[in-house]
């Protein structure tokens, strides 16, 4: 409300209008006026330039506000000024002796309350000295008056002054308040993973933050103004379609769900919508939409629903496998002594030796059965994942599916990667998810396992280990899993493998969980990769903070 350079250049300019309005009509009189007054005149001009010119410099280099020096020069030589002014113009006949009050008033809004009564007071001494001069010390009752009017004024001015720049101050904290706010609300919109966007009454894009033009695929800047079908509906009908009912509608989405395609990418959202209606106009109304990527939530969901459903078939399995187990090594053992019995024909034998054939391999699958559901962590000890990893990588590198030139890596650091485990039980794991990927790879392929430290940050969201995690990435380069079967691949007894029993998949799954940590599968047109997140042990992040 005060802002001291505009005050200034209202005094700057009144100060060269007053000295070039009197030197003008010194001029135009200069035939009747006296010498003195003629000289007063031009003196007072040049002086009011010179000031006004160095007053100007002066601001113009300065990076903050005026200092009270330079205020009180301003008022002191505006009340030389006007006193010439008077002095010139008739002493206390003079009309512009009220000119004191403005200058008073000028001094009063640049300067503490204080202050403006001191230029007053100066005022009024240098008026009466003046005028003390000019009448030869003779003070009347209209004198008295014209001084008590001036007294009054300048105490009306301060006092107006003091309140509009405390008025002023207040409305500076305040908008340095709303700044401050401002950009602390920009700055969480533009960092939040969440996307904003909000649509006006013509269906266009009012407001984008940048989470949501990455989530749907366009530059928020150059999107706003653009009609909602060009800008949402090609990415993501569903949600422009909420945004269109909110609208029209009145209403409002709680948790929905919809899916984004663009770019070759096609991943799932969950978003709410609300809509705007300050003063029941149309013509403001608009709906606003909040939206997040909730792949690794869904995933998450997954990995929950997926270990329910294994651990219910291991509980079951483990009884079965006992009932079925012992009968069938009887009927072996009966099948196979008939066989050799000296009666039994050359047909006999042969069913025999299928039965016993038969036989081991319904053994062998009930074995892993019950390494299905045996599956537990018997030991907690400090062990190093990268040495397990290498030592797993080793097996898979010698077995002879492997024969068709697949190369098998390991990449792990140098030093320990402790974690807390069954050293057996994930050597097992890590085995059986390599092996998985070299039998996926092609003739002359490669296979890539690595063995990382991830920050509580790195982690994916929705997986919580409070001192971050162990991560082992188990990558191959083959055609990848299709959709159709990438949900069922740790289902028990689900294989594309001739001659598999489908438990390779299911037993990894439960020995990570028996360590309390999760397996992700990640898959595509180039190539699958397996990530095994692990919880660094305690007193492992105790060590490393």
């Known amino acids: 409300?005060?802002?001291?350079?505009?005050?200034?250049?209202?005094?700057?300019?009144?100060?060269?209008?007053?000295?070039?309005?009197?030197?003008?009509?010194?001029?135009?009189?200069w035939k009747s006026a006296e010498a003195r007054v003629t000289l007063i005149a031009s003196l007072a001009v040049i002086a009011a330039l010179a000031v006004t010119a160095l007053?100007?410099?002066?601001?113009?280099?300065?990076?903050?506000?005026?200092?009270?020096?330079?205020?009180?020069?301003?008022?002191?030589?505006?009340?030389?000024?006007?006193?010439?002014?008077?002095?010139?113009?008739?002493?206390?006949?003079?009309?512009?002796?009220?000119?004191?009050?403005?200058?008073?008033?000028?001094?009063s809004l640049l300067l503490p309350a204080g202050?403006?009564?001191?230029?007053?007071?100066?005022?009024?001494?240098?008026?009466?000295?003046?005028?003390?001069?000019?009448?030869?010390?003779?003070?009347?009752?209209?004198?008295?008056?014209?001084?008590?009017?001036?007294?009054?004024?300048?105490?009306?001015?301060?006092?107006?002054?003091?309140?509009?720049?405390?008025?002023?101050?207040?409305?500076?904290?305040?908008?340095?308040?709303?700044?401050?706010?401002?950009?602390?609300?920009?700055?969480?919109?533009?960092?939040?993973?969440?996307?904003?966007?909000?649509?006006?009454?013509?269906r266009r894009l009012l407001f984008a933050n940048p989470a949501a033009g990455t989530l749907l695929g366009f530059d928020q800047e150059t999107a706003r103004g653009r009609p909602l079908s060009e800008v949402i509906a090609g990415a993501c009908p569903a949600l422009a379609d909420a945004l269109e009912h909110a609208m029209t509608e009145g209403e409002r989405v709680t948790r929905g769900e919809a899916v984004i395609t663009h770019t070759n990418r096609s991943f799932p959202i969950g978003f709410t919508t609300?809509?705007?209606?300050?003063?029941?106009?149309?013509?403001?109304?608009?709906?606003?939409?909040?939206?997040?990527?909730?792949?690794?939530?869904?995933?998450?969901?997954?990995l929950r629903l997926r270990a329910e459903r294994l651990e219910g078939v291991a509980e079951l399995s483990a009884s079965l496998a006992h009932e079925i187990k012992n009968p069938l090594a009887s009927i072996r053992s009966a099948v196979e002594q008939l066989a050799r019995a000296p009666r039994a024909t050359d047909d006999e034998r042969t069913l025999g030796t299928l039965i016993v054939r038969e036989s081991d391999r319904l053994a062998r699958l009930l074995t892993e059965f019950l390494d299905f559901a045996r599956v537990r962590k018997t030991r907690g000890d400090l062990i190093d994942l990268a040495e397990v990893a290498r030592a797993a990588t080793g097996l898979a590198a010698s077995h002879p599916d492997c024969d068709r030139g697949i190369a098998v890596a390991c990449q792990a650091p140098g030093d320990p990667v402790l974690v807390e485990g069954d050293e057996d039980l994930l050597h097992r794991a890590i085995f059986n998810i390599t092996l998985n990927a070299v039998q996926a790879s092609p003739d002359n392929g490669?296979?890539?396992?690595?063995?990382?430290?991830?920050?509580?940050?790195?982690?994916?969201?929705?997986?919580?280990?409070?001192?971050?995690?162990?991560?082992?990435?188990?990558?191959?380069?083959g055609p990848g899993i299709p959709a159709s079967i990438k949900d069922r691949v740790f289902d028990p007894f689900f294989t594309t493998k001739p001659g598999g029993t489908g438990l390779g998949l299911p037993i990894v799954h439960r020995a990570i969980e028996a360590h309390r940590g999760c397996v992700l599968l990640d898959t595509g047109k180039r190539g699958t990769r397996f990530t095994v997140l692990l919880p660094i042990p305690q007193a492992a992040g105790a060590e490393a903070a």
């Not at 409300?1 to 209202?10: G, P, S, Y």
């Open 55 to 107: 007053s100007v410099w002066y601001g113009s280099q300065a990076t903050r506000r005026a200092g009270r020096a330079f205020c009180y020069l301003q008022a002191v030589f505006d009340v030389a000024l006007v006193t010439a002014v008077v002095h010139i113009t008739g002493g206390e006949l003079s009309q512009f002796a009220a000119l004191y009050i403005l200058v008073t008033a000028g001094a």
């Open 446 to 477: 490669r296979v890539a396992v690595e063995v990382t430290r991830l920050t509580r940050e790195q982690v994916p969201a929705g997986v919580v280990f409070r001192d971050g995690a162990v991560a082992l990435r188990v990558t191959d380069f």
């Open 274 to 302: 609300t809509i705007l209606d300050s003063d029941g106009d149309d013509s403001t109304l608009s709906a606003t939409a909040i939206f997040q990527d909730i792949t690794d939530n869904k995933r998450l969901e997954e």
């Open 115 to 202: 202050g403006g009564l001191l230029v007053a007071a100066l005022g009024i001494s240098c008026y009466i000295a003046d005028v003390i001069i000019s009448r030869g010390g003779a003070l009347d009752l209209g004198m008295m008056l014209q001084l008590a009017v001036f007294a009054g004024a300048a105490l009306g001015v301060a006092y107006l002054s003091a309140r509009l720049k405390e008025a002023g101050v207040d409305r500076e904290e305040l908008e340095a308040q709303l700044a401050l706010a401002r950009l602390q609300a920009e700055d969480i919109l533009r960092n939040i993973r969440s996307g904003i966007v909000t649509v006006g009454p013509q």
């Open 1 to 29: 409300m005060l802002d001291q350079r505009r005050v200034l250049r209202w005094i700057y300019i009144g100060r060269l209008s007053l000295a070039s309005a009197i030197f003008v009509a010194a001029v135009l009189a």
